[in-house]
C-alpha cells in the first residue's frame, strides 16, 4: 500500500512510519521541514494545498496526525496554534483527497481521547461516553481541550469526501520505548524516584501499547464498516496510583516519591506544561474495536509495561555500543 502521513514526523507518526516501512508499504511523510528518514519526506505548509497535493492523488491510506503539541502553557497564543495547527491542516488534507482523481480509500484523522469527560464513575466508549466541557468547576484549560477535539472533529466530517471512509481516531497515549514519547518521560520519573501516584491517585489513565496502535490501524483500514470515531485505546484503563506501581514495578524499584495536585501545578508550570496531562481522568475504552473483533496484544497495563520497559533497555544498549 501506499500509505501517506501528513505530521508525521513526530513520535507517533515516526512509530507508524517505521512499522509500514518495515512491512514493505511505500510510506510518505509530509512535514513543515525535510529530514533524514528510510521513507519519504515532502515538505508541506499544513495549511494549503500545494505540490505535497499530489502524494494523496492515488495513495491508498492517508493519516494525518498534524497538529502542534500540546505539551505547553496554554497562554493565548499557543492556545491559537494549537487550534490552528489542527483545523487548518485538516481542511488541507480534505480539501487534497476531494480533488484527487484516485482519491484515498480511507483517511484515518487523528482525534484525542480527551474528548470524553473527566470522571470515575464508568468507562467512556463511543456509544455511551460523555463528550467533556461542562464538568463542574473544571479548569478552564480543560475546557479549551475539549473544544479542539471537538472542533478538530468537526473539520474532519465538513469535508466532503464521498470517496473516502474517514475514521475519526480518539487515541489514548501510544506508548512506545522511543526517546521524548509519554512513556520516556514517566519512565524517567521511576528513574529518578519520583514515579510516585499523581495527585489523589484516583484519575484514570487510558493507555496503549505501540504495537497494538499500529495493528488497530491495520484494522481500521482493513474493516469497512468502520466509520466515524473510533476509540484507540487499551480496553483496560486504571487508576494513576495503580499505574504509576505497576510501571515502577516493571522498572524494579520500590521508590516512588508522590505529588500532590498543588506541586504538580508547580511542577508543570516550571516544566511549561499543563496539570490537565496529569490530573484528567481519562477513562476511555475501545467499545468499537472490542465489537468489531480486534484483540488486544497487550490488554493490561502490568504486561505492557514490562515490554516497554524491556525494549527501553534494549534501545540505550544498542545505542551505547554504536
Known sequence: MRIVIPGGSGQVGTVLARAFHADGHEVVVLSRGAREAPWRVVEWDGKTPGDWAREVDGADVVVNLAGRSVNCRYHARNRRE???S???STRAVGEAVAR?????????????????????DAPNDEASGIIGGGEPNA???????????????QAANEA????????????AMTMSPDGGGIFDVLLGLVRAGLGGTCGNGRQYISWVHDRDFVRALYWLM????????????????????EFMRALRQAWGTRIGLPATAWMLEIGTFLMRTESELVLKSRRVVPGRLLESGFEFEFAEWPEAARDLCRRWRERRRGARSV
Not at 484516485?102 to 470524553?116: C, D, E, G, K, N
Not at 480543560?142 to 473544544?147: G, K, P
Not at 466532503?160 to 487515541?171: A, F, Q, W
Not at 485505546?233 to 496510583?241: E, G, H, Q, R, V
Open 82 to 84: 494549537i487550534m490552528d
Open 86 to 88: 489542527r483545523l487548518d
Open 100 to 120: 484527487a482523481e484516485r482519491p484515498p480509500a480511507v483517511w484515518l484523522q487523528a482525534s484525542t481521547a480527551t474528548i470524553y469527560a473527566h470522571r470515575y
Open 139 to 153: 479548569p478552564d484549560t480543560w475546557r479549551f481541550s475539549i473544544d479542539v477535539a471537538t472542533a478538530w472533529e
Open 160 to 171: 466532503r469526501t464521498p470517496g473516502t471512509r474517514k475514521v475519526l481516531m480518539r487515541s
Open 222 to 241: 482493513e474493516h469497512e464498516e468502520l466509520e466515524g470515531p473510533v476509540n484507540i485505546a487499551a480496553p483496560n484503563p486504571l487508576p494513576n496510583a
